[in-house]
């Protein structure tokens, strides 16, 4: 097992990756911007390094810093967190390079997963249903409308190397197909250095439902069961729970099942997710891999017991799996609270927090890097914490979750705590209606 | 009341655990206050408030307008503002361009603008650190092969008046 | 079920009743005193009500102060907490001769379980051991040295009302004993207005045990499994876990057994707990009946997912218990974080918090009245907060609370956090050896 | 002291950091506070000091004994110190002793040291208010068969100096 692990990241998941170090008895160090000195991460790790100014790009984006910051430190491992290098294969490379474990997938995994067109051929190949959509990359205008002839508008535009909803355009027509291939190229370029785009038939009224892989450097691969994530605001998610009241017991199996195929077509290793559209007549569809912990994955953790992260750090470090299944109880629920104003479109609010309160008690959990009199620095993603709420049953886990989010206080920053809890107290939530529209209801101005 | 006298009790303050100390005498009075205090997380300290606000502070007031309300006076006489040469990034220093060189610079040693002082190394990548105005290199601060956060200070300099 | 509950109490317990009435849609009022005012129970509460000045006596012990506020906010129920009145058989009264539904046991349940020496005599009768000692109250000095004789020093006197310790003296010899008697008898009357004094065995190394009760008023009861509780200072508890590495299932079920039998020989209803010594040949011994929830009630609700708060306002309510039975699993520790000062005997350590830090994460339950800024009164009990980690099994629940504990940061105050991390990470503790004198080793001055 | 230095004053201190001034200069004593800011629990807000000190507060002393160290004085011009008499416990409050009987004191009716003033009755006792010293009544802020919280002020009155 590994003595020293630097995490390449910050705000609550660099808490959380912290806290697992803390619990194995690992020496953690974190790495943090000139933005990020009076910041949780910083304080709590074992040791903390100053890797750049603010500015990402400068400094948790950048790997020299990072790997430099690693020999210093001597650490034989690098848990990415998400976003920023995480699904970096170069970063993944450079790593094994320098003789530093990356606690992830292999550079391979991450290259292929990370283009998406490829990695739509690859799980087709096996089997798996994908969206109807193009072969891969599309790069003549007249070869997408012959596409769009065959499977019908609505279509979507999506960037190959694309996520977040970036480099994506909705097309109902020829015209608005030109258009919104040449948008969405240009924006993949400028987004992510890479103008492929590939074509997906839009599913009205689908659902967002993803499944846990953890696989092993000996073979083993298992499913900790779905997330539903369909609550979701500018592409992003808001609210996701597990189980899934939209999924029989078969068809969750059914599901189970592509989704391991899907993560050996890509010979995957690690923590990873699949993910799926649900269609309103029970078709599912593979979208993309997420080739890292995700943010919602505290869900899974509340009904498996299972601990991720730990159990990243264990497959990386090259022990085999303990079981071969798993069996969840109860119900858990998460709602994403981000410094933004939803009155606003959902436009970030940084700021200094005075006085805060969070939530806590039975079936409540928190993490987060909020503290009172943090400032939320203008650089990052807005992510401020994650109110996790765990119950015998949803109705349970809801009421839970409502009452902590209600509870949730922040001064001198706005917050979309109050907002998830309307969604979660509404007729449609509690009867389990999560189409994507739901969330118009509440903040109107979100589209 | 003269300066010395208010050194000592500034000495005597921050030698106690009070977090304030008020004193009237002659129908004048002051109060001294010490910044939050940092709390400790699994033993190491954080500090709770914004680092340039460390340090005893003090509030005299001889009239209203007398001192800035907020103004910092030290215990110890303030000391000549330093100027440094700081690391633009994080990594091992090295005082010269390959082992068995002379180093760069030395203490003594004017350096112009632009003038390499020393290298830090990052990802196996050699990187120049230059002067970023004429100056005299007063002291180094890093050993050599000593690794460097980002913003850390590598020597102390004194800028040169151009004329 | 009631539609407004108000909380007779104050602290963290007052915000745990707070949360669940919130879950159960039920309207909570909290009563302060005005000690309280900025308090975080009066702050959460739907309603609050200042009842009385800083001084318990005159707010939260003080009936008339605590009957008025209900009728005034048309309260339907009391819940008692834990402390003040809970276990008080007069305000229970009170209570019924006002229609007010006192959430808890009956007034009669309340006297005879608040009579340890007739609670004593009844068990016994009902065949459940108890600890070797006088039937009832003693008086005449000449009748305790003859008793002594029988069953042989050290012997315990206790005060028959009394509680936490107070009027609880050891005596190793006739003349100790004689002295004890007549300091133990005057120090209960003034700490309880009643000298009766009873005589026990003290049992050496015994290990304290105890379970967890649910009675409903439709005849069901059922226990809920035991917690550990063989870590104190000054008689109170400081560390409790459940399950109790020290029982085996037989032991397990027969003392369970035992708790039905006491808990149905007076009557209980609601939940209740029945503790036990435990001495190394595996004797057990039934001490008291405590008629109220406990301080730990939630390490039994994190390894069962019952909400026992949730089911006392439930049964009070005429609901009939849901199950027979239930299957804990996992394992959970809770440890309670005092305004203390370990290095001076535990000396309340009150005054104001200025910034703090609470964990979290996974498997990290957080019980608290604590915020930044938030001033502990020096009149009331010194318990801040209550750290509790669930895991899959002990050494998981150990890790995480050991690392929340050292997380647990509070400025201004001194606490138990960090000794309570000490004592978790020794070996002893690892090894579940919880002797009495465990904590000796860690606070020389503790005793 | 004039009314531009005060101003002056004030800006100094709301640009700066500090909560709090205090300043003493040949007997004369002033005092500014900035409010500590609320928060807000679903939906309702917690004040996070005593409600009277919300604003940028100041206190003005010509002389120390001059007026109780609490008394609030605005930046506006100040309004006259408000005296009551306050509920001693929680409960119901009854201007008349019965139903149907006069009750206890009007507006304008002086009343004596130890007199009773109302009611306030209790798990069904009543207990009685009285003066704590000779005053005028000069409004009743509760009415009949309301409830009151301890603490909670039921009368203004004007005390009565004694020659």
Known sequence: MFRRILIANRGEIAVRVIRACREMGITSIAVYSSADQESLHASLADESICIGPPSASESYLHMPAIIAAAEICDAQAIHPGYGFLSENPKFASVCRECNINFIGPTPEALALSGDKAACRKKVKAAGVPVVPGSDGIVTDPDDALKLAKEIGFPLLVKASAGGGGKGMRLAHNDVALKNALSMASSEAQSAFGDGGVYLEKFLENARHIEFQILADHHGHIITLGERECSIQRRHQKLIEETPSVRLTYSLRSKMAKAALRAARAINYTNAGTVEFLLTPDNQFYFIEFNARIQVEHPVTEEVTGIDLVKEQIRIASGEALGYSSVAPTGHAIEARVYAEDPEANFAPSPGNVGQCHLPGGPGIRVDTHLFAGYTVPRYYDSLLAKVIARGRNREEAIHRLAGALEEFATEGVKTTARVCARIIRSDRFLRGDLGPDLIEQFVPKSR | ?163
Chains 1, 3 share one sequence.
């Not at chain 2, 300066?3 to 004048?28: H, N, P, T, V, Y």
């Not at chain 2, 001294?32 to 340090?55: F, T």
């Not at chain 2, 002067?131 to 690794?147: F, Q, S």
Request: net charge negative; aromatic share 4%; hydrophobic share 40%.
């Open chain 2, 1 to 163: 009341m003269d300066l010395d006298k208010l050194q000592e009790l500034i000495r005597i303050f921050e030698a106690s655990d009070l977090s304030e100390i008020e004193i009237e005498e002659s129908g004048r009075r002051m109060r001294l206050k010490k910044p939050r205090p940092v709390m400790s997380y699994a033993g190491q300290m954080i500090p709770m408030q914004p680092a340039d606000a460390r340090g005893t502070q003090m509030v005299l007031h001889e009239s209203v307008t007398a001192v800035p309300a907020s103004a910092p006076v030290r215990a110890e006489k303030e000391p000549e503002k330093v100027i440094t040469i700081d690391s633009p990034m994080v990594g091992v220093l090295y005082v010269a361009p390959s082992p068995g060189e002379p180093p760069f610079v030395h203490p003594g040693d004017t350096v112009d603008e632009g003038q390499a002082v020393c290298i830090v190394e990052a990802m196996k990548l050699m990187n120049e650190v230059t002067a970023k105005y004429p100056c005299v290199i007063v002291k180094a601060l890093v050993e050599n092969g000593e690794p460097v956060e980002f913003g850390q200070p590598l020597f102390v300099v004194r800028p040169i008046e151009q004329v």
